[in-house]
């Protein structure tokens, strides 16, 4: 069972069909919305501060997400992505958008609605990533726009899929 912990009188609320791995934590001031999927090792510290997630959030194995003290938050959108060890830390990502794996998005980083975080990207603290962009590189840099109907079809197919895959976990 994952271990959900309440800390400084907050208890993280979670939502109406969410799959929590065996080995996932998340601690304090989160909230999670429905038809979400929180994998294997990933860590939700919403102790220092808020921590949101919309609907069909799928945050990957290993992924961590956490906050500044008193200084900033993380707040995802619906249908975001967050790839496997990704670290999203107070930053804000809007709806469909897709974090690669290993991607590092820091404090007051803004990305946009369905932009994508190449795999292994550094976005600094602050960043604003344009709407349907794809950001690549340490640190991450503009790399080029993508069609909306496109991205938004890849970045929902794979919220959706994850949906999908949390489903086999609810079989057992």
């Known amino acids: 069972m994952a271990i959900i912990k309440s800390v400084r009188g907050f208890t993280p609320e979670i939502g109406d069909n969410t799959f929590l791995a065996e080995t996932a934590v998340v ?3 989160v909230v999670i919305g429905k038809d979400c999927s929180i994998w294997y090792g990933a860590v939700l510290r919403g102790d220092v501060n808020s921590i949101r997630l919309g609907n069909r959030v799928n ?3 290993g992924a961590v997400i956490h906050t500044l ?12 992505s967050v790839g496997h060890n990704a670290i999203i830390h107070g930053a804000k990502i809007e709806n469909g958008a897709l974090i690669g794996m290993g991607a590092i998005v820091l404090d007051h980083a ?10 292994g990207a550094l976005v600094l603290s602050g960043t604003q990533v344009e709407p349907g962009s794809i950001y690549a590189g340490v640190p991450a840099k503009f790399v080029k726009k993508v069609d909306p109907g496109q ?3 890849i970045n929902q197919k794979i919220a959706a899929n994850y949906l999908m895959y949390s489903s086999w976990y609810n079989e057992l």
């Open 27 to 29: 601690i304090g001031d």
């Open 59 to 61: 945050v990957q194995d």
């Open 151 to 153: 991205s938004k079809e």
């Open 69 to 80: 003290y008193e200084k900033s938050v993380s707040i995802l959108g619906n249908d975001v």
């Open 110 to 119: 803004m990305v946009g609605e369905g932009a994508i975080i190449a795999a």
